[in-house]
């Protein structure tokens, strides 16, 4: 019963590095998302796919990079690392888009990024 | 653009008491709109949606929420507080028009503590 499992859940980088946080799941869902979470600012969507081969730019997708190769995965890359993108992010599935008769979204647990 | 306000970041209670947790949305069209519970270091997890099926809408753990159209609310209660229902609360919505490409637009949260 896996759901959405996203990895590393720990990460420190150094300023100018890059790296991908991999994120997959096992329902067959059309939509996935990545979110950023920062204290006291709610999530904000970093990029969302409505299904293999498509993605889109959310509402802060500066710094970063996906793509849906296929169906389960949907990585997060981070080029060039930067202090402002220590955050905790989430990976999301869901069926449909929420706005069809209210689709739930399936977050994973996380991953915690620090930048130094 | 759609939004979603919550009142409180904060919010202490003592065990047994009353939770309300407050939600507005600005939107012209009823949206779907949701609850999410987050517990420390974990992923969010649905608690309740609303869809249009009805305006008061009950979730998991107890908690239930109203759908207010003449005040643009859709606050969070549960009638006695237990000491497991300390995490933090996000009120989300979707754009049925279409907005945000129908993707959830999440508040900033509302930390619940709960006193012995």
């Known amino acids: 019963n896996a759901g959405v499992t996203q990895t590393p859940k720990f990460r420190i980088l150094k300023i100018g590095q890059s790296m991908t946080l991999q994120c997959t799941q096992d329902?067959?869902?059309?939509?996935m998302y990545w979110y950023r979470q920062d204290p006291g600012m709610g999530l904000k969507l970093i990029y969302y796919?409505?299904?293999?081969?498509?993605?889109d730019k959310g509402e802060v997708p500066n710094g970063y990079n996906v793509s849906r190769s296929t169906t389960e995965d949907f990585p997060l890359r981070l080029e060039l690392a930067a202090p402002s993108q220590t955050s905790v992010y989430f990976c999301?599935?869901?069926?449909?888009?929420?706005?069809?008769?209210?689709?739930?979204?399936?977050f994973g647990e996380g991953s915690w990024l620090t930048v130094v | 653009a759609q939004s979603v306000t919550q009142l409180g970041s904060h919010v202490s209670v003592s065990e047994g008491a009353l939770v309300l947790l407050r939600c507005n949305y600005s939107?012209?069209?009823?949206?779907?709109l949701f609850w999410y519970v987050q517990y420390p270091n974990q992923g969010l997890q649905l608690l309740l949606k609303?869809?249009?099926?009805?305006?008061l809408v009950k979730g998991i753990n107890g908690f239930e929420a109203e759908f207010k159209k003449s005040e643009t609310s859709f606050h969070l209660t549960k009638p006695s507080a237990h000491m497991s229902d300390a995490a933090e609360y996000f009120c989300?919505?979707?754009?049925?028009?279409?907005?945000?490409?129908?993707?959830?637009?999440f508040g900033k949260g509302t930390k619940l503590s709960v006193k012995p």
């Open positions: 329902m067959n869902h059309n939509y």
């Open positions: 989300a919505v979707s754009d049925r028009g279409g907005g945000s490409q129908g993707n959830l637009i």
């Open positions: 609303y869809t249009s099926a009805a305006t």
């Open positions: 796919s409505v299904g293999a081969g498509i993605t």
């Open positions: 999301a599935s869901s069926r449909d888009r929420p706005a069809s008769s209210g689709n739930t979204i399936y």
């Open positions: 939107s012209s069209v009823p949206p779907y």
